[in-house]
């Protein structure tokens, strides 16, 4: 769909005001009210759900065209299995506790003022992401949960069915005397029109790109609001010489292949020597027997010679496939030392029986998630107890790690006098 | 001070490279030993005052060729007194609780990882201001407190007050083993250094500019970190129709003159019409007496003869002296809609003696302290009870409102546990 560069930028306008006016009333939307929308909104999505599957086929048929593979169009089909889990995800938003009007802390001053800290929306929220229709709802959900209006911008290869399921939670939101622009999605394909919503930060308070390197850069490069991003997750497991090595072997395991393509698996796997000698042979055998491709160190390659020598670029890359680069270390600093040098701050694990090699490696390790003998699969924010979750942030700023409806929130402080002056 | 372009940028990377690696020392350095740190600078601070003295006169004589009035070279003039007070600021932040290592939240999961989350310094700040030369040394303590190194890059005005005030923390540090570079001033005025600083987003985390409007937007266009600011303060009070007429007058005259000159002096007064017959006469006595200027409405205007006729600009200026934009309102809903639309989310209070209208207000509202019956003044670090502040962010990602030595922090998740795998 081709628009005329004047009134694509009035459309995004036009869109971004009426977001920030809604936002100001779903700021103050009840709880009630909410969670009706996202239990009906849930019950709609799976009655009408023929609607989703017919657009979706299109979408599907036409998903080569655009050059995507086979994994990237079945994560682009829908069925009614995975409907009803995108139902089952609003009603798990309904059920998690409303992070807006929350008093996270407070205290009466001296001179009798009731200070409280109390949680309030980001106010708009721009989410941009790629290929899978879920997202849509998932992100829906989160935000007008939060309290936050949400323009959404899903992938082109995905456009038909995320406009069918934008339709059916659209239309609801009136029943429950919420903005009808809380929730919007732009109906252009056209590329410039991210552009344009970038250069809105009167509007929009927050950018949250989910998708590739080369989204998140563009967002990176152009958005004149905060973004909050879940970048590179560039993961390491280090198995210490204290290590128990059948359960390194499991968590290894585990965190490179119960799914490689997500951002909380390992990528890299440091051995301390002194256990290398022991340790190697026993998950080269576990890693080829998942038909995981291992690039080592020359150590390594000297021990398993079905190994591949690793490159300086394969310690610093995501495979986010079943690769492995692995490396022999010869101190408990050289792990921590490859680890700064090469780690994305996502997640960090040890494997230690020893307690203060534990404590050492928690403190020094500045990562979102720094773990001691887990997989680092569980940085996620079910699993940490966030509940559902917009994304798992690499960034420092506002927020960490998982980001879920807490994270989709700021404060403000609201100061209770009986007519208190400063002298 | 001329430095060569290239030889400019090498020196800045340099620091900055230092910075990083000093951050990662500094954030896992002892409690005790940054205390140790801040009371023993507050000691030399005050025993060499002298050099401090000496160099501050140099400052003050140049001054006018930089242009500074009066009162700008009154508030770089230092003394005994003010050195004492600098001192006693560092003393403050030794008190102050630690960030670093602070859990919290935490919880058990069902299967039984121990999930921590843990305050951890935000790495490496570059600290933008201007002229006052105690800025140098809150910046120093708040940051080394927090556990965060700091690039420090002051006022050329205030250069060699800076320098000298510097020189007397910089050279304990060692003293209390914490690495030299956590702290360091950039020696050089050239202006080109603050563009470098604010293109290395790999070695700076965050850049927090505390000055004026140009100052602040030369970071927000340049930054390619995060910005922590201060930008406008365009604080109202509204006194409703259930207001008490005299808590209401010792509130406006506190929240206009107490300090006229800072960020949460109130710059608008918005009256209901049901009370302006009664208010005006007495609010504009009161103000006169004051020296304060009016700006008023029509209806102002006719009731206090002395006020002058407001411009649509006076109501979104932030006067920052004896100045008061004044309207009536006929609608609690009107006085809500002029904040939203002049207001620059800082601090916005009413009086009332309504309980609903209160309530109501503090919902509606969205700013970093809304006030009931209470000065705008007190949205301040210290009476909102977070001890020592490095400014009142009007920002709503990450901290809003008085950031003290929390907002200097991020946190991360350490999460224990005993061979778990992820099914």
Known sequence: MHTPPESLL??????????????????????????????????????????????????????????????????????????????EGMRQVAALPDPVGEVREGSIRPNGLEV??????????????????????DAAALCVKSGNAVILRGGKEAQRSNSAAYRILHELLPQYHLPESCVQLVSTTDR???????????????????????????????AQMPVLKHYLGNCHVYVDSAADLDMAERIVVNAKCQRPGVCNA???????????????????????????????????????NFAKPATEDDYGTEFLDLI???????????????IRRYGSGHTEAI????????KRFTKMIDAAAVMVNASTRFNDGFELGLGAEIGISTDKFHARGPCGLRELTTYKYIVLGDGQIRS
């Open 266 to 304: 390992a990528e890299s796997l440091l051995i301390h020597a002194d256990v290398a000698a022991a340790f190697l042979p026993k998950i080269g055998a576990a890693l080829r027997n998942a038909q995981v491709e291992i690039r080592g160190c020359t150590e390594t390659c000297r021990v398993l």
């Open 324 to 338: 492995l680069s692995v490396k022999v270390v010869f101190t408990f600093d050289e792990a921590v030392q490859q």
């Open 192 to 222: 410039d029109a991210v552009g344009h919503f970038l250069r809105m930060p009167q509007f929009i308070d927050l950018a949250i790109p989910r998708g590739g390197e080369s989204l998140i850069r563009r967002v990176m490069d152009e």
């Open 116 to 137: 409280l800290k109390v949680g309030v929306p980001i106010g708009v929220i721009f989410f941009l992401y790629e290929s899978r229709p879920n997202v849509t709802v």
């Open 351 to 358: 494997i230690t029986q020893d307690y203060a090699t534990a």
């Open 10 to 87: 009035g459309l995004c306008q036009h869109m971004a005001r009426q977001a920030k006016t809604a936002s100001q009333e779903l700021a103050v939307a009840s709880t009630a009210a909410k969670n009706a929308w996202l239990l009906a909104s849930a019950e709609a999505l799976q009655k009408q759900s023929s609607v989703i599957l017919q657009e979706n086929a299109h979408d599907v048929a036409t998903a080569p065209e655009f050059g995507l593979n086979a994994a990237a169009i079945d994560r682009l089909t829908l069925n009614e299995k995975r409907i009803a889990a995108m139902a």
